[in-house]
Every structure is written in C-alpha cells, then in structure tokens.
C-alpha cells in the first residue's frame, strides 16, 4: 500500500482481547505504530511517549493504534506495566503488518508509522530503523511540513 491508497477494513484484538474494527474507529485519523516487541527497550520509550502525549494528537484528530504480532496476553502486560491506554492491537497471523509493508525479512515488525484518514486513505507513511523511533514532536512538526495538520 502506498499514499493516497484506499485501506481494506480489518478486525484484531487490542491488549484486552477485544475486537477493533478500523472502519468503526475512523470517527478521527488513525495513526497506526507497528513495532517490532513489546518491552524492549526502544518500543517502551516509543508507546509510552505517544501514551503521555495522546490528549496533544487528539487535538490533532489523531487516534494511536500500536500493532505487532505478539500475543494478546504480551500486550496486555505490557499495556498495564507501562500505563499505555490506547488500543495495541495483535496481529499473530500478520495479515495486517503484511498488508501494510511492516514487516522486515525475518517476519518481524518493523518499526512503522502509517496515518490513514477518515476517508480511509493512506494520508502519511514512515519507517525508521529498529534502534529510532519518531517521538510525538517529530511526528507533528513532519505533520505540519506535508500540511497534514
């Protein structure tokens, strides 16, 4: 998928094992974080920091949904360990990290940043290397550059 391309609707658990359903939640922009293991080092600082910054994205109509492969019972721990409240979705069968090029050549998540719109268009793509990540002011100042806020 690429920018300006139209997103399928998907469905996956969150980190309290209940259904998502993207075209539901499309009441703002979804900014959809695929990474690539949750309690490592460099993901905990990436969700935590869009977890402490949410009210400053929602400002923006800007929803947070993380996405990696591991299991709905990981996320949840690792959900509560760190107070992230926003929904971290489990993709096991990485149907949807496929989809969206967020996986490297060993089958894991990359570390991937992809802004769909209400309209349910791919608004905005990035990837970083594993060790970065684009924290919440990064974010929003390439937001305001491509005039997307």
Not at 22 to 30: E, F, H, Q, T
Not at 124 to 136: A, G, M, N, Q, Y
């Amino acid at each position: 998928m690429k920018l300006g391309d139209t997103v399928e609707n998907f469905i996956l658990k969150d980190q309290h094992n209940v259904n998502f359903d993207l075209y539901a939640n499309l009441d703002r922009d979804i900014l959809l974080v695929f990474y690539p293991k949750d309690n490592s080092p460099v993901c905990t600082k990436q969700l935590v920091d869009y977890s402490l910054n949410q009210r400053e994205l929602d400002n923006y109509g800007i929803k947070i949904v993380g996405v990696n492969i591991d299991p709905v019972d990981s996320h949840n721990e690792f959900c509560q360990n760190n107070k992230i409240d926003f929904p971290v979705l489990s993709d096991p069968d990485k149907i949807v990290s496929t989809r969206f090029d967020a996986l490297n050549v060993l089958g894991q998540n990359k570390r991937k940043l992809v802004l769909i719109g209400k309209d349910k268009k791919i608004k905005f793509e990035r990837s970083t290397l594993p060790i970065f990540f684009v924290d919440t002011r990064q974010l929003l100042l390439e937001l305001r550059k491509t005039q997307l806020i």
